[in-house]
C-alpha cells in the first residue's frame, strides 16, 4: 500500500488544520485501508452503542407503527382512486 500517515502531534497550525490526523490513499487502496484501519481501532464495535432491550422493543414497535401506517395508507380510498 502506498497510503501515507503524516504522523506527529496534532497543534493547531490555522484556520485549514483538518484537527484529526489525515490519512492519504490511492482509490484503489481505499477498501483495503478501511478494513485495515477498522480492524486496528476495533470498529464498528467501539463505534456502535449496545442495544439494551428498551432500545429493541423501542425500535420493533416503531416498525409496527410504520408497517401498520403503509397498510392504512394503502387502504385509504382516496389513495385508491388517485392510482385509478
Given at each position: 500500500m502506498?497510503?501515507?500517515?503524516?504522523?506527529?502531534?496534532?497543534?493547531?497550525?490555522?484556520?485549514?488544520?483538518a484537527g484529526f490526523n489525515l490519512i492519504e490513499a490511492e482509490e484503489h487502496e481505499f477498501v483495503e485501508l478501511c478494513e485495515k484501519l477498522g480492524r486496528q481501532y476495533d470498529f464498528p464495535a467501539r463505534a456502535v452503542k449496545p442495544s439494551t432491550q428498551e432500545d429493541l422493543e423501542r425500535i420493533e414497535k416503531k416498525k409496527k407503527e410504520a408497517a401498520e401506517k403503509e397498510k392504512m395508507n394503502e387502504d385509504d380510498?382516496?389513495?385508491i382512486l388517485k392510482e385509478l
Open positions: 502506498n497510503s501515507r500517515i503524516i504522523e506527529g502531534p496534532d497543534e493547531y497550525a490555522d484556520d485549514d488544520d380510498s382516496t389513495n
